[in-house]
């Protein structure tokens, strides 16, 4: 892994071949990237922007991996590995106010079909945590997801099984940029996310999320989130 130190390149975005890897021009030539980022990204892979990249490990068929898009005003992070790697930094320093106390009992740790990301604990009390990285924000508002997520409805519906049988639960959105002011669920993107987000927000699973900007290397925490800021638009709103 490279030190925070290591300088990033630059290079223009051309096209992206495939879901991990982005056509880019650096240093005159044309070359691939790998992108380490599932999501659509259409409203910040645009045609002709520049991507700091940074040279990719050894084994891998590409020679560079994307780390963030500059937009001129500030990067948007790349990486939708990070904000798990960042968790648990922002549980340390007692970020999220109704987490203070909780440690990490387990990460991945098994629930329902699949796996949430942390589950945390406090005494005797359990808290589950899912995380979603966040790097689409329009007019201020951060929205997830950018493309369609069986998986993220399904992760819903079992927080909120999680808190009917007495645990408390959160999904934390960490938007990858400094530029939102409110969150909510993309239900234009995927309404049956959307609608499985509120669902949980009834049975009482907690939604937070923590707006960071980005240094080409880590994400820096710049304010949290919460109910107030809930955008409640879409037709799955209440």
Known sequence: MPRKTEPLV???????PNRFTVAVRVQGEETVAHLPNPGRLREVLLPGITLLLRPASPGRKTGWTAVAADLGKFLVSLDSTLPNRAFPKFLASGLIP?????????????????????LLVREK???WVEVKSVTLVEEGVALFPDAPTVRGARHLGELAERVRAGDAAFVVF????PDAEKFGPHAAV????????WGALSAGVMARAVICSFDGAELHPRKVLGPD?????????P
């Open 229 to 237: 800021s809930l955008v409640l638009s879409g037709p799955c709103a």
């Open 10 to 16: 630059r290079g223009e975005f051309l096209a992206r």
């Open 125 to 127: 009390e359990r808290a």
């Open 174 to 177: 960490v938007v990858q940029r």
């Open 190 to 197: 995927d309404p049956k996310f959307a609608q499985a987000f």
């Open 98 to 118: 109704e987490l203070s106390g909780f440690r990490i009992s387990a990460r991945e740790p098994r629930l329902g079909a699949g796996r949430a990301d942390f």
